[in-house]
């Protein structure tokens, strides 16, 4: 049974500062892995993927992977109230030719002013 | 525009009753796939489709039926053997090149009366 984890939260940070958003997994054979934004009643919508082990950069947003320790996180600096939202980590092994990507529980990120 | 199109927004049905959730996309992609969530939860894949005419059961397709019969169109039945069927339903596709990214639909809020 392949397992994504996620702290439900919710996360409370003060505008401006770095909300750190964390993801563990349980498929050591994955190999795609992706942050989705979800507003409320709304849809999810992509923010990040990334591939290789590291830290991957796009605006506000860093992902970091570490492939040895299983984890995947998400770095949001300069928070803003318009981030506040839930944060689905999304983990896919695409070893078998498909794409069935494994979703976390998602982490409520409140900004506060 | 490009996109994925759900129909309707909101659904409300009657004990025993099936109903059919409309998806439509104009990407080309090549996979589709239909999600339930439930509130404060991650996504759980019902079916999905990688090409015409062929689709898969996911983690919960118990009282859920799909077609796939264009390119273009993955409606999904729901049918008086879910026994709780009130939830968001996503839709989704993804191409079968580039990035693994799936693109999400706006949803459809089923509610059993």
């Known amino acids: 049974q392949k397992e994504v984890e996620q702290n439900s939260g919710p996360l409370s940070v003060p505008e401006g500062a770095i909300a750190s958003l964390n993801c563990t997994y349980s498929d050591r054979g994955s190999q795609s892995f992706f942050w989705y934004r979800q507003y409320s009643g709304k849809s999810p919508e992509l923010i990040m993927f990334?591939?290789?082990?590291g830290d991957k950069e796009d605006g506000r947003f860093t992902a970091q992977l570490n492939k040895a320790s299983q984890y995947v996180s998400l770095l949001i600096r300069d928070s803003q109230p318009s981030d506040s939202a839930t944060y689905l980590c999304a983990v896919n092994n695409s070893s078998g030719g498909s794409y069935i990507p494994t979703f976390g529980r998602g982490t409520s990120l409140i900004v506060h002013p | 525009d490009g996109g994925i199109t759900q129909s309707p927004k909101y659904l409300f049905r009657k004990e025993g009753q099936n109903v059919t959730l409309s998806c439509e996309q104009n990407l080309n992609h090549d996979a589709m796939y239909w999600y339930r969530q439930d509130p404060g939860q991650g996504l759980r894949l019902i079916y999905y489709?990688?090409?015409?005419?062929?689709?898969q059961k996911g983690d919960i397709a118990e009282g859920y039926s799909v077609s796939r019969e264009k390119k273009e169109s993955f409606p999904l039945t729901v049918t008086s053997a879910q026994k709780n069927p009130t939830a968001f339903y996503l839709c989704?596709?993804?191409?079968?090149?580039?990035?693994?990214?799936?693109?999400f639909g706006p949803g459809t809020r089923l509610t059993v009366l």
């Open positions: 989704a596709s993804k191409d079968r090149g580039g990035t693994d990214t799936q693109y």
């Open positions: 489709s990688q090409i015409v005419n062929d689709f």
């Open positions: 990334i591939y290789s082990n």
